[in-house]
């Protein structure tokens, strides 16, 4: 089993900055990739950044390019999203996913979840 714990969201303004956390635990990851989704309410859960542990390669949803940052820490199994720039858009629970096989925007790619933070962003 893998568990992931989120942390780091919260209300900001318009135009401001808030880092996510996502520390996992458990066994070895089987999957090489980690990921952020969204999710607002009444939308579909959606990819924002996604990143292998070997290598680093990245992919971000355009709607947030240029704007966030996915990073990792392999030896303290920690992803982060530094999330600058923030819009009233921005609003929505961020779920942390692991162990996809591959780089991948799919949620059905992952086989874990955390139990998501709540970011609001405020006009």
């Known amino acids: 089993q893998v568990q992931l714990v989120e942390s780091g969201g919260g209300l900001v303004q318009a135009g401001g900055s808030l880092r996510l956390s996502c520390a996992a635990s458990?066994?070895?990851?089987?999957?090489?990739?980690m990921g952020w989704f969204r999710q607002a309410p009444g939308k579909e859960r959606e990819c924002v950044a996604a990143?292998?542990?070997?290598?680093?390669?990245?992919s971000y949803a355009d709607s947030v390019k240029g704007r966030f940052t996915i990073s990792r820490d392999n030896a303290k199994k920690t992803i982060y999203l530094q999330m600058n720039s923030l819009k009233p858009e921005d609003t929505a629970v961020y779920y942390c996913?692991?162990?996809?096989?591959?780089?991948?925007?799919?949620?059905?790619?992952?086989?874990?979840w955390g139990q998501g933070t709540q970011v609001t962003v405020s006009s």
């Open positions: 996913a692991a162990e996809s096989l591959a780089l991948s925007t799919v949620a059905g790619s992952y086989a874990y």
């Open positions: 990143i292998r542990w070997t290598g680093g390669s990245t």
């Open positions: 458990g066994r070895t990851f089987r999957g090489d990739a």
